[in-house]
Structures are given as structure tokens and as C-alpha cells.
T-cell receptor, first 112, second 114 residues
């Protein structure tokens, strides 16, 4: 039973570019949450998707947007990349908004 | 404004001894607390949780204690094993479920020496 799958594992982008990160939830899970983990810090909540809608959002600018597809997979899009966007982006899935999280291994984004 | 703080960035313990990891929070609305363990190149994995209606929860070698008046929780690992070496994050939620938005501390790197 595959867990949470994230792609790509590593990515290097130039400042000002746009990036799309992808997440496939664990089988049976229907809710996807995204977190940003900067170096040496704990994960910070970006947003959560449930039933293809953004259910909750953390303190992140509108440059961060997302989408959830009918098969529950999700994308995180970041526009106008800044050097400060360099981080590990973690996707977590759960069953319903009250289910426990299963985290993926993350996508390491480096902005140069 | 860090609502969840882990003031010890690292902790070194001898194998077989007790490891105590601490976490403080400021938001009195938090009512569900979790501990996650993270190995390099892997995502965080759930370890143990506690609801605000309890002051202790135990699962094998892991025990979490919650002191609501002090807004403090701790994770005890007894006995510590080399495989426990990882970064430990505490996290808190404002609703009594684990799937809602989590606020994480900055993590504590535990090193268990053989």
C-alpha cells in the first residue's frame, strides 16, 4: 500500500519563475494538506484541500495556490519565486479533516 | 510569533537512559497535541498524541505528559535506543482532531549514543 507520493524530490528554480509540486495521497485518504519546512525550522501550514476546495489556509501570500483533483491528488503552485521560498515542501494526506496525517518525504525546492 | 516552541535544539542521551523532550505553547485554544519523529530524507511520522482532557498518554516506550496550566508538554522515551536518533517535532491543533491545521515547534535533534 503506497503512502503519500510527492514529485519531484528535488527542484532548482530561478528567482521569479513559477513552480508546480505534486502529491498523491495515501490510498483511502481524501484530504491533502501542504506544509513548508525551512531549514532548521518546523513545518508551517500552507493550506488544506478537501472535496476539491481549499478548506483552510495558513499565513502565506497569494503567490501560493493549490488545486485538488477528483482523484484526491493535489498540486501546489508558487508564482514569482523568491529566494526565501527555498524549503522542503511536505504534503500530508488524511481521511476527512479529522483523520491523522500521513506525510510524504517532501520536495526540496531551491531558488537561486 | 511562535505559538509552539521547542527550546532545546539538540539533546544527547546514552543508550538505555531516559530521553526527555520538552515543548511549550502560548495559544490556550490548542486542545490536541502530537509528537512526530523525522529521519533525514523522510517525512515526519506520527509518534504519539494527547488530548487536552488528559494529562498523560503512554504507548510502549513513549509517554507524553501535558501540563495545561503551564502550557507545557514533554515526551519521555524509556529506554532510549540508537534507532531513536532523529529530529522530534511537537505540534498542536486548535480543534480536537489530528487532521486539522497543525502548528509545529522548531524541532529537537535527539542523538542516542550506543
Amino acid at each position: 500500500d503506497a503512502g503519500v507520493t510527492q514529485s519531484p524530490t528535488h527542484l532548482i528554480k530561478t528567482r521569479g519563475q513559477q513552480v508546480t509540486l505534486r502529491c498523491s495521497p495515501k490510498s483511502g485518504h481524501d484530504t491533502v494538506s501542504w506544509y513548508q519546512q525551512a531549514l532548521g525550522q518546523g513545518p508551517q501550514f500552507i493550506f488544506q484541500y478537501y472535496e476539491e476546495e481549499e478548506r483552510q489556509r495558513g499565513n502565506f501570500p497569494d503567490r501560493f495556490s493549490g488545486h485538488q483533483f477528483p482523484n484526491y491528488s493535489s498540486e501546489l503552485n508558487v508564482n514569482a519565486l523568491l529566494l526565501g521560498d527555498s524549503a522542503l515542501y511536505l504534503c500530508a494526506s488524511s481521511f476527512g479533516a479529522s483523520g491523522g496525517y500521513t506525510f510524504g518525504s517532501g520536495t526540496r525546492l531551491t531558488v537561486v | 510569533d511562535q505559538q509552539v516552541k521547542q527550546n532545546s535544539p539538540s539533546l544527547s542521551v546514552q543508550e538505555g537512559r531516559i530521553s526527555i523532550l520538552n515543548c511549550d505553547y502560548t495559544n490556550s485554544m490548542f486542545d490536541y497535541f502530537l509528537w512526530y519523529k523525522k529521519y533525514p530524507a523522510e517525512g515526519p511520522t506520527f509518534l504519539i498524541s494527547i488530548s487536552s482532557i488528559k494529562d498523560k498518554n503512554e504507548d510502549g516506550r513513549f509517554t507524553v505528559f501535558l501540563n495545561k496550566s503551564a502550557k507545557h508538554l514533554s515526551l519521555h522515551i524509556v529506554p532510549s535506543q540508537p534507532g531513536d536518533s532523529a529530529v522530534y517535532f511537537c505540534a498542536a491543533s486548535t480543534y480536537n482532531n489530528a487532521g486539522n491545521m497543525l502548528t509545529f515547534g522548531g524541532g529537537t535533534r535527539l542523538m542516542v549514543k550506543p
